[in-house]
T-cell receptor, first 109, second 111 residues
Framework: AQRVTQPEKLLSVFKGAPVELKCNYS??????LFWYVQYSRQRLQLLLR??SRESIKGFTADLNKGETSFHLKKPFAQEEDSAMYYC???????????FGTGTKLQVIP | DTAVSQTPKYLVTQMGNDKSIKCEQN?????MYWYKQDSKKFLKIMFS???????INETVPNRFSPKSPDKAHLNLHINSLELGDSAVYFC??????????FGDGTRLSIL
C-alpha cells in the first residue's frame, strides 16, 4: 500500500524566512511525486512534479529515495505563498493517487 | 476556457435527498477523478475513471455512484444524503502519465 505523510498541519514563518514543507512517502515501486497548492477557496493546482526537476514560484523539491522524502523548499517566503500544500504520490499509470493530509503554510508579514 | 468545470458550485440540501454533481473536462484527458475534501482539508480520492471504465473504487458508501456518459464527463450521484456528506467535492482529470487538473469544487452542505 502506498502512503504519503505530511507531519505538519500548520507551518508559520516570517516573510523572507526559508520554508521547508515535509513530505515522506511509502511505496514499494518507483514513485511519481507531486506537490499541489490550494490558495484560499480556490482549486488545487499543480505546483511541481519530481520528474520535471523545475522550480515554480521559487519552490523546489528533490526526491530522496534513501530517505523516502520529497520535501518542498523555498529560500525566501512571500506573503502570497500562504496556502495549503499537498504532497501526492501516483502509481498504476497515474490512476492511483494518494494525497497527504496537507500542510497549511502561513507567511507572517 | 475552463479546463475542468463542475456544477453546481454550491449545493445546499436536506438529509435524505438525492443529488448529482456534474463534471466536464475539455482537455482530452483519459482519466477523471472525484475527491472529497472534508472540513479539516483532508483530501481523499473517491473514484477514478479511465476511458469509461472504473479503475479505482475506494471504500466509499454505495450511496455514491459515479457515472461517465463519455470520456469528457464524470458525474457524481449521491443517494440518501447524510450529514457526514457535507464537504467540498473536487473533480479532476489527467492524461496518462500527467498531473491532475482540478475543478473549482462543489461545496455540499446538508441541513
Amino acid at each position: 500500500a502506498q502512503r504519503v505523510t505530511q507531519p505538519e498541519k500548520l507551518l508559520s514563518v516570517f516573510k523572507g524566512a526559508p520554508v521547508e514543507l515535509k513530505c515522506n512517502y511509502s511505496y514499494s515501486g518507483s514513485p511519481e511525486l507531486f506537490w499541489y497548492v490550494q490558495y484560499s477557496r480556490q482549486r488545487l493546482q499543480l505546483l511541481l512534479r519530481h520528474i520535471s526537476r523545475e522550480s515554480i514560484k521559487g519552490f523546489t523539491a528533490d526526491l530522496n529515495k534513501g530517505e523516502t522524502s520529497f520535501h518542498l523548499k523555498k529560500p525566501f517566503a512571500q506573503e502570497e505563498d500562504s496556502a495549503m500544500y499537498y504532497c501526492a504520490l501516483a502509481s498504476g499509470g497515474y490512476q492511483k493517487v494518494t494525497f497527504g493530509t496537507g500542510t497549511k503554510l502561513q507567511v507572517i508579514p | 476556457d475552463t479546463a475542468v468545470s463542475q456544477t453546481p458550485k454550491y449545493l445546499v440540501t436536506q438529509m435524505g435527498n438525492d443529488k448529482s454533481i456534474k463534471c466536464e473536462q475539455n482537455l482530452g484527458h483519459d482519466t477523471m477523478y472525484w475527491y472529497k475534501q472534508d472540513s479539516k482539508k483532508f483530501l481523499k480520492i473517491m473514484f477514478s475513471y479511465n476511458n469509461k471504465e472504473l479503475i479505482i473504487n475506494e471504500t466509499v458508501p454505495n450511496r455514491f455512484s459515479p457515472k461517465s456518459p463519455d470520456k469528457a464527463h464524470l458525474n457524481l450521484h449521491i443517494n440518501s444524503l447524510e450529514l457526514g456528506d457535507s464537504a467540498v467535492y473536487f473533480c479532476a482529470s489527467s492524461a496518462t502519465g500527467g498531473a491532475q487538473h482540478f475543478g473549482d469544487g462543489t461545496r455540499l452542505s446538508i441541513l
